[in-house]
Every structure is written in structure tokens, then in C-alpha cells.
């Protein structure tokens, strides 16, 4: 307490929170939204499926129809958000995906049969579309909004805020379906975000400097060039592009993430199929032990996030960064074989949720060297590295599909864990600070 406070008894004003770490709470809100609307569908199916007359291929068809709309849309998200500004891409992507979830619910009020299955895999579609751009445009924003020793940070934190999503989308709309059913549960889950997106368009801003609420205190602790960088990002052209692939690095972190997103869809997937049809628990347990890795996985998100930036500050960003992929990514593969020999269920039960934990704690130490080597075009570069993570689900999902339906589990974990140690060697090949040419 300062001399002229403490003698009139007076406590010193409380320090104003950063606008910045504002800015990261929506786009931690935004992520665990977009989770929650990709897993509403797949918990809703129970009652989908009987009442619409839907088979469990056409619900398959349903979530290939997700994630291929959310593939295509991430590089192109990029560039639109460095085109638009995160501040108006994240309304207007936010408010699509908010139609489309929407659709589903309604649609069966107007169509039925053929039509009512083409409109779902539209609206499907449409909301992979729409969810695209928010990781990529998300990286942009931070990079805007916080120091470069900082990004894996924000990143592995907003990562847990998807698995608080995906965890919390199970309980909530079990609850409502039993309650009001499925097509109540779907809407009234989807009307809150309405109010997420209005308050985000009235206070957000590009960048600091845009912002009247940043003070020149705020606005002296941010990098200058973060800021630099933020104001060039609407220039964006194919020769920038180019120069992206130019160098090995980017290339070699998008085949890493591939292959480390392999595991990602196996255990977000088919971890209650596999408890289920393997393991031989009831539906009921089953659904609450599948609960157990995305919680875990949270948990890990947060903690790789921290413990990359943390060494990002003593090692350098080099080593600092790849340090968390070098050992987790081999511990996830080992885990993976741990779960699938296990004789004991539980057991494996614990391992896949240790597995998911290990996997989601490179999602910092990733998208923070997307970021290193996207400079003023990190939407742009993030969104060629998560088109890539998109790619590992596309492939696992049909390879999965078929292995599991022989009862070859044991060789769908086994490949897995052969990608988790392709994915970390493909480190000590990345270095995030090289320079690329500067495009002509």
C-alpha cells in the first residue's frame, strides 16, 4: 500500500483485468461451443435414429458429411479471416453454424425420407463449414493479442475449453432428450449462442490498438511486431502462400499432425464403440467411462500448453516447443498398446484416457509453431497445418470402420501407435523459427 493510501486507510485500486485475456475468454467460449454442436448430433442419435428411421451407416454418413465440410473450410477459413478481420469472420461463421445447428431440429417438421436425409447431411455439412475457420482464425487473434512466449499457452488452454465441450454435450442433452426429446434438446442447447455472438461483435476488435478499452500500459507490454503483423494479415496473396510451402517446415509439421490426429479420432470416436463392442460394457456405463478421456484430455490441453510456453522462455522456442511431442507423443503410443492388451477393462479404460491426455498436450506446441512460421499469415499457415489434422480423421475414420467391424481392434490401436512415434520424429526435423524466402 502506497504512503498517501496507506495514511488516509485507503486500499490501492485493484489492477483492471487485460482486455487480452477478454478477448481469450470468448475465444475459449466460441471453441467449447463448436465441440458441444459437433457432439450434440452423436449423442442425440439414440432418439434420431428410431424416430427419423435413420440406420446407423446413415448416421455415420451424417458425421463424415461434419467433418468433411470442416476440412475443406480451414485453409480457406484462413484466408478469409485475414481478408475480413477475426472480429467480423467469428460473427458471421458463428451465426452459420448457428442456422445449421438449428436445421437439424427443424428440418424433420418439413421434410421426411430421401429429402429430410439430404437435408441433414447439407446442414451437417454447413456446420463443419462454418466451424472451420474458428481455430484458424483463433490463432491470428492470439497472435494479435499476445506475446509470442504466450501462444502455446492460449492455445493448449483453449483446447481444453473443445474437450470441456465434447464432455459436457453427453450429460446435458441426455438429460433434455429424456425430458423433452431430442429435437427440444437440440434447440435449446443452440439459442444461448445467440448471445455469446452479439457480445463478441459489440467488444471485440481486431487488434489492441482498434480497442478503447486497451491502455498504453497494455498496448507497451504486447510485441510491436504481433501488431505489425496483425496489420499486414489483410494482404495476404498466392505468392505468400507459396512461400509458406516453400520451406520443409510446414509441410513436415502438417504430416506430424496427421499422424498424431489418427490417435485424436480414434479415442474422440470410437472410444464408446470400442468399450462397448470390445470390452463388453453396458451402454449406460459404457457412455459414463467414455466420459473419462476427454476429461483427462482437458487436463492435458492445459498442461502441455503451459509446460511448452514455460520452456519456450528457458530453451528457446525451438526446442522449447518440441520437447512436449518428443515425450508425449511416444508415451501416447505406448498407452495406446497398453489399452488394447490390457486383460483388465478398467485398466484400459485408464490408459486411453492417460493415452488422450498425452495426445492433446501438443495441441500448444503445435498450433504456437504454426504461428512462428505463419508470421503476418498465421490463419492462413494454421489453416494448412489443421486441413492436415482434418486429413488424419478422414483416413482413420474408414480404416477404423473396417478394422473394428472384424473385431481387429488390436490392429487398429497397433497402427496407431506406429503413427504416434512417426508423428514426434517428424520434430526433430521442424524448426518453427526458420525463415521462409519472402515471397516476390
Given at each position: 500500500?502506497?504512503?498517501?493510501?496507506?495514511?488516509?486507510?485507503?486500499?490501492?485500486?485493484?489492477?483492471?483485468?487485460?482486455?487480452?485475456?477478454?478477448?481469450?475468454?470468448?475465444?475459449?467460449?466460441?471453441?467449447?461451443?463448436?465441440?458441444?454442436?459437433?457432439?450434440?448430433?452423436?449423442t442425440?442419435?439414440?432418439?434420431?435414429?428410431?424416430?427419423?428411421?435413420?440406420?446407423?451407416?446413415?448416421?455415420?454418413?451424417?458425421?463424415?458429411?461434419?467433418?468433411?465440410?470442416?476440412?475443406?473450410?480451414?485453409?480457406?477459413?484462413?484466408?478469409?479471416?485475414?481478408?475480413?478481420?477475426?472480429?467480423?469472420?467469428?460473427?458471421?461463421?458463428?451465426?452459420?453454424?448457428?442456422?445449421?445447428?438449428?436445421?437439424?431440429?427443424?428440418?424433420?417438421?418439413?421434410?421426411?425420407?430421401?429429402?429430410?436425409?439430404?437435408?441433414?447431411?447439407?446442414a451437417?455439412?454447413?456446420?463443419?463449414?462454418?466451424?472451420?475457420?474458428?481455430?484458424?482464425?483463433?490463432?491470428g487473434?492470439?497472435?494479435?493479442?499476445?506475446?509470442?512466449?504466450?501462444?502455446?499457452?492460449?492455445?493448449?488452454?483453449?483446447?481444453m475449453?473443445?474437450?470441456?465441450?465434447?464432455?459436457?454435450?453427453?450429460?446435458?442433452?441426455?438429460?433434455?432428450?429424456?425430458?423433452?426429446?431430442w429435437?427440444?434438446?437440440?434447440?435449446?442447447?443452440?439459442?444461448p449462442?445467440?448471445?455469446?455472438?452479439?457480445?463478441?461483435?459489440?467488444?471485440?476488435?481486431?487488434?489492441?490498438?482498434?480497442?478503447?478499452?486497451?491502455?498504453?500500459?497494455?498496448?507497451?507490454?504486447?510485441?510491436a511486431?504481433?501488431?505489425?503483423?496483425?496489420?499486414?494479415?489483410?494482404?495476404?496473396?498466392?505468392?505468400?502462400?507459396?512461400?509458406?510451402?516453400?520451406?520443409?517446415?510446414?509441410?513436415?509439421?502438417t504430416?506430424?499432425?496427421?499422424?498424431?490426429?489418427?490417435?485424436?479420432?480414434?479415442?474422440?470416436?470410437?472410444?464408446?464403440?470400442?468399450?462397448?463392442?470390445?470390452?463388453?460394457?453396458?451402454?449406460?456405463?459404457?457412455?459414463?467411462?467414455?466420459?473419462?478421456?476427454?476429461?483427462?484430455?482437458?487436463?492435458?490441453?492445459?498442461?502441455?500448453?503451459?509446460?511448452?510456453?514455460?520452456?519456450?522462455?528457458?530453451?528457446?522456442?525451438?526446442?522449447g516447443?518440441?520437447?512436449?511431442?518428443?515425450?508425449?507423443?511416444?508415451?501416447a503410443?505406448?498407452?495406446?498398446?497398453?489399452?488394447?492388451?490390457?486383460?483388465?477393462?478398467?485398466?484400459?479404460?485408464?490408459?486411453?484416457?492417460?493415452?488422450?491426455?498425452?495426445v492433446?498436450?501438443?495441441?500448444?506446441?503445435?498450433?504456437?509453431?504454426?504461428?512462428?512460421?505463419?508470421?503476418?499469415?498465421?490463419?492462413?499457415?494454421?489453416?494448412?497445418?489443421?486441413?492436415?489434422?482434418?486429413l488424419?480423421?478422414?483416413?482413420?475414420?474408414?480404416?477404423?470402420?473396417?478394422?473394428?467391424?472384424?473385431?481387429?481392434?488390436?490392429?487398429?490401436?497397433?497402427?496407431?501407435?506406429?503413427?504416434a512415434?512417426?508423428?514426434?520424429?517428424?520434430?526433430?526435423?521442424?524448426?518453427?523459427?526458420?525463415?521462409?524466402?519472402?515471397?516476390?
Amino acid at each position: 500500500m502506497s504512503g498517501a493510501a496507506g495514511a488516509l486507510g485507503l486500499r490501492p485500486p485493484l489492477r483492471r483485468p487485460r482486455v487480452r485475456w477478454r478477448i481469450f475468454l470468448f475465444l475459449f467460449a466460441f471453441g467449447l461451443i463448436a465441440y458441444f454442436q459437433a457432439r450434440s448430433v452423436p449423442t442425440a442419435a439414440v432418439q434420431m435414429m428410431p424416430q427419423l428411421g435413420l440406420s446407423q451407416v446413415e448416421l455415420g454418413d451424417l458425421e463424415v458429411a461434419f467433418l468433411v465440410g470442416y476440412t475443406l473450410l480451414q485453409f480457406p477459413g484462413g484466408l478469409i479471416g485475414q481478408r475480413l478481420g477475426g472480429r467480423r469472420t467469428f460473427v458471421l461463421i458463428s451465426l452459420l453454424a448457428f442456422a445449421a445447428a438449428l436445421a437439424t431440429p427443424l428440418l424433420p417438421l418439413l421434410l421426411g425420407g430421401a429429402a429430410l436425409l439430404a437435408g441433414l447431411l447439407a446442414a451437417q455439412f454447413v456446420l463443419g463449414a462454418a466451424q472451420g475457420p474458428i481455430f484458424p482464425v483463433s490463432a491470428g487473434i492470439f497472435e494479435a493479442w499476445f506475446t509470442s512466449d504466450k501462444w502455446a499457452l492460449v492455445q493448449g488452454v483453449q483446447s481444453m475449453g473443445l474437450q470441456l465441450g465434447a464432455a459436457l454435450a453427453a450429460p446435458l442433452i441426455a438429460v433434455l432428450m429424456s425430458q423433452f426429446g431430442w429435437q427440444r434438446a437440440l434447440v435449446w442447447t443452440a439459442l444461448p449462442v445467440l448471445a455469446v455472438i452479439l457480445w463478441w461483435g459489440l467488444y471485440a476488435r481486431n487488434t489492441p490498438a482498434e480497442h478503447p478499452r486497451v491502455s498504453a500500459v497494455e498496448l507497451a507490454e504486447l510485441d510491436a511486431a504481433a501488431a505489425a503483423a496483425a496489420a499486414a494479415a489483410g494482404r495476404v496473396t498466392l505468392a505468400r502462400v507459396a512461400a509458406l510451402l516453400a520451406t520443409r517446415d510446414l509441410p513436415l509439421l502438417t504430416l506430424s499432425y496427421v499422424c498424431m490426429n489418427y490417435l485424436f479420432y480414434l479415442i474422440a470416436n470410437w472410444c464408446l464403440v470400442y468399450l462397448v463392442q470390445e470390452r463388453h460394457f453396458d451402454i449406460v456405463e459404457g457412455g459414463f467411462l467414455a466420459a473419462a478421456p476427454p476429461l483427462a484430455a482437458a487436463l492435458g490441453a492445459g498442461a502441455g500448453g503451459y509446460l511448452a510456453s514455460l520452456l519456450g522462455r528457458r530453451l528457446g522456442v525451438r526446442r522449447g516447443l518440441r520437447l512436449v511431442p518428443l515425450v508425449s507423443l511416444p508415451a501416447a503410443g505406448l498407452l495406446l498398446y497398453v489399452a488394447v492388451d490390457a486383460t483388465n477393462a478398467y485398466l484400459a479404460v485408464v490408459a486411453l484416457a492417460a493415452c488422450y491426455f498425452c495426445v492433446e498436450m501438443n495441441e500448444g506446441p503445435y498450433w504456437a509453431a504454426g504461428m512462428h512460421l505463419g508470421g503476418a499469415d498465421a490463419m492462413a499457415a494454421t489453416g494448412l497445418l489443421n486441413t492436415g489434422g482434418n486429413l488424419g480423421g478422414i483416413l482413420a475414420t474408414p480404416i477404423v470402420a473396417r478394422l473394428s467391424a472384424a473385431h481387429a481392434w488390436r490392429s487398429v490401436f497397433l497402427i496407431g501407435t506406429t503413427l504416434a512415434f512417426v508423428s514426434a520424429a517428424a520434430w526433430l526435423l521442424i524448426d518453427p523459427q526458420r525463415r521462409r524466402a519472402a515471397p516476390p
